[in-house]
């Protein structure tokens, strides 16, 4: 690769870790200018739009992105992603699976595909998908009340009993929100 993609490339990273994506935005487009097949420049440029809340660019860019990669599981994830915070969860639903079959490791994919899953009233599916995410972080209490949360909606008394126990252990905050929110007795 040549020096100037990288250039603009690591200047805008720069800019992000200052926290100021909009800055960060010019230093992408330039080293994709320069280098139109720079994968990481267009992911990142989507990730600084969608800090900034412009779904729809982040969603064209980490397409893009994806179209460089089209084997990358955190690029199948980010389109996903984008997809579901738009409200888009069918299509979510298939980025995150694809995400999945290729890394079935990433946590946040699982994550994504049980809550869009859950979205859609899938809550079996979403059961399923959020066991493996808490599975791979089981410190997580998001992961756990949202688990808990499909299992009630599932009708899976037991297994939301046994997430609330899971999920006391380490954040009893989110265990009572958990016991509150499904109608659990105490």
Request: charged share 25%; proline share 4%.
């Amino acid at each position: 690769m040549k020096l100037e993609p990288l250039r603009h490339f690591y200047r805008a990273r720069f800019f992000m870790m200052l926290g100021r994506p909009g800055r960060a935005i010019e230093g992408f487009e330039r080293a994709l200018k320069a280098d139109p097949g720079f994968a990481r420049a267009a992911s990142s440029l989507a990730y600084a739009h969608g800090l900034l809340g412009h779904d729809e660019l982040a969603l064209e860019y980490f397409r893009d992105a994806l179209r460089l990669t089209p084997d990358d599981a955190v690029a199948l994830f980010d389109v996903g992603f984008i997809l579901a915070r738009i409200g888009r969860h069918g299509e979510a639903i298939e980025m995150f699976g694809r995400s999945v079959a290729l890394n079935d490791r990433l946590d946040r994919a699982w994550y994504g595909l049980g809550m869009s899953h859950a979205h859609l009233g899938g809550h079996v599916e979403a059961a399923q998908a959020l066991e493996h995410a808490a599975r791979l972080q089981p410190m997580n209490p998001h992961a756990w009340y949202n688990l808990g949360m499909a299992y009630h909606s599932s009708g899976q008394q037991e297994k939301l009993l046994a997430a609330i126990a899971h999920l006391d252990r380490f954040d009893p905050k989110m265990a009572l929100r958990l016991t509150h929110d499904s109608g659990t007795a105490a």
